[in-house]
């Protein structure tokens, strides 16, 4: 118990451009390497390996005793890939339609965010400080993923637009939280929420017009398009964890 978060002890890193870089990165690589593992390899082998990756990465970050760049973003990558995975089998194996799966999904997010406020009375980041925290965090990083992984297929696919159209939407809806917040007086909490759920759609929206060959995609390919993000990805989290600029201020 002693290597499990430490009261006071911030599991969360600075929310700064990086920080939204690196997410909307790891969204569309979460996107990319899902959708080749599960199209190549026996899907269900895919989901268990990606699952036992998920378990792997979230024991790392759950035992740090505060915020570290690696074992964070690990498990931010795992829960991108295990998160696409779910939405993806829930369409493609169970033949859910992307309008249920996305409404089932958002009323698993509001039911997370309404036992968490109701537990801990706030939703802010800047307070995951204890494990019960934490995991609620995950909890909803993990819904937000595969909630936007749906919404951006119903988008593309099951409303027509294809995939540089839905990128293009979901770009905007990106920065509205933002410009909501900085100029209309929007809830820091909400607008942070509101933006962190719309990166999921975005970059799986970016990762699948250059990956795939149909609805507008370029047609590039999902492994290739995985291997570039993954780099980009290793190489900015490198330098989070040698530069040390995206550490929690201190209480």
């Keep these: 118990m002693d290597r499990l978060t430490r009261e006071g002890a911030h599991k969360v890193p600075a929310i700064g451009l990086l920080f939204w870089v690196v997410k909307l990165l790891s969204t569309a690589m979460g996107e990319s390497t899902s959708d080749y593992l599960v199209f190549h390899i026996d899907p269900y082998v895919a989901v268990v390996a990606g699952c036992v990756g998920l378990v792997v990465a979230l024991t790392i970050q759950l035992r740090r005793p505060w915020y570290e760049a690696l074992a964070y973003w690990f498990a931010v990558v795992m829960v991108a890939v295990f998160g696409t995975m779910v939405a993806d089998v829930a369409h493609v194996v169970l033949h859910v339609p992307y309008a249920l799966s996305a409404t089932s999904l958002a009323l698993a997010l509001a039911v997370v965010f309404i036992a968490w ?23 909803t990083v993990m819904a937000t993923f595969a909630l936007g992984t749906a919404l951006g297929d119903l988008s593309a696919s099951t409303l027509g637009l ?5 990128a293009a939407l979901y770009a905007v809806a990106f920065v509205l939280p933002a410009i ?29 017009w ?27 989290v490198g330098y989070l964890a040698v530069s040390r600029i995206d550490q929690p201020a201190a209480d």
């Design 162 to 166: 294809g995939y540089p159209a839905s």
């Design 180 to 208: 909501a917040w900085r100029w209309f007086g929007l809830n820091a909490v909400v607008a942070f929420w509101a933006a962190y759920v719309i990166t999921r759609p975005l970059g799986a929206s970016v990762a699948d």
């Design 117 to 139: 406020h109701r537990t801990e009375h706030t939703l802010s980041i800047h307070t995951i400080t204890t494990v019960r925290r934490e995991l609620f965090y995950w909890a």
């Design 210 to 236: 250059l990956g795939k060959s149909t609805l507008g995609g370029l047609g590039i390919g999902d492994g290739p398009v995985a291997l570039v993000l993954a780099a980009v990805i290793v190489l900015a």
